[in-house]
């Protein structure tokens, strides 16, 4: 993700999307074991921290108010060593919705570590909560030839990628498998493809396609750099959530809920109230450099910027066109 803090201010959307998992999150808290001593839950994916306060803060007092206010909590927030670990301290310590706080019973730490990788000691995670980052790959098996978007693959393409998607995801549970107590719970929130196979992003990711595209046939992005540019990002389909569940591979652990819906875009909901296309292309870049300049742009900024301003022009202009309901899974996973 972008960083300097970038990420937490432009991240709106992920924010709003997740807010529909709350149901689910008061479900598992519900549900989990609380039985004695201290207890640690973990932020998957925290990026630079913002997003998962609300969230640590409601599980929070669900366990306190089960386990009692002298029990300790230790919150493990986790991403890839590259994140901006400053901006999530900084959080953490000055944020006027830190769950930190009011909170003195409450310890938190950070893990630079693949979530596709063990994370935690065995049977120490009492609860797991992660938006938004799941359905990023730990590995590009391929660049696409002509598009950005792993969801917009030529037949091909398609395979391959849905492999490592499959792969990570089973990765993923089985090291959350070890690391959860008996009875604990996981909540993720991820990208994902509905019944037709749309994650609600590919009118975005085509004009961001187009736009690149524009910037190659003018001379400023070498053919070749464009060729590398792919968002190594798969979302994933129902029975590809299920899978490892209907096999068997995963003994220990059962999905309780599994929903797959549309979820409300905050930038959508406010250019439909105001009409103020300008200010929607600017939500939407902001959106979309936050997630994805990074792993698009590297560390050339000027091409950044080119692409930034072209962007938001491109995105003022057709506004119906790119306003779209995020595709959203929300999973509430329970090891036995
Ligand atoms: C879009 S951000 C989501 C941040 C935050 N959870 C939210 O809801 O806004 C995705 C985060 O997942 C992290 N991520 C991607 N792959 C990861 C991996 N294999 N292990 C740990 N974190 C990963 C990224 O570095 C990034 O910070």
Redesign the pocket.
Known sequence: ?EGHGYYNAH?EI??RS?VEADAMLERALAAVAVSSGPLTIAD????QGR??MRQMALALDRLTERAGAGRDIMVVH???PH?DFASLFATLETAPDSYRRTRDHVFASAIGR???ERLLPAESLTFGWS???VH?M?TLPLTLRSHIWTNLAAPDEAGPLAEVAATDWRNFLAHRARELVPCGQLVLVMGARDASGASGLEPMMDLANRVLGELVAEGRLDADAYAGMTIPARPRARDEFSAPFDDGALPTLVIEELAIAETPNAAMLRWQETGDAAAFAADITGFFIA?FAPCLFGEDQSLRDLFTARFTAAVALHPAQIARPLVTATLRIARR
Do not use: K, V
Not at 44 to 47: E, I, K, N
């Open positions: 993700m991240s992920q924010a997740a998957f994916g925290s990026a997003n998962s986790t991403d890839l994140c693949s979530f596709y938006a938004f980052a990023w730990s997630a």
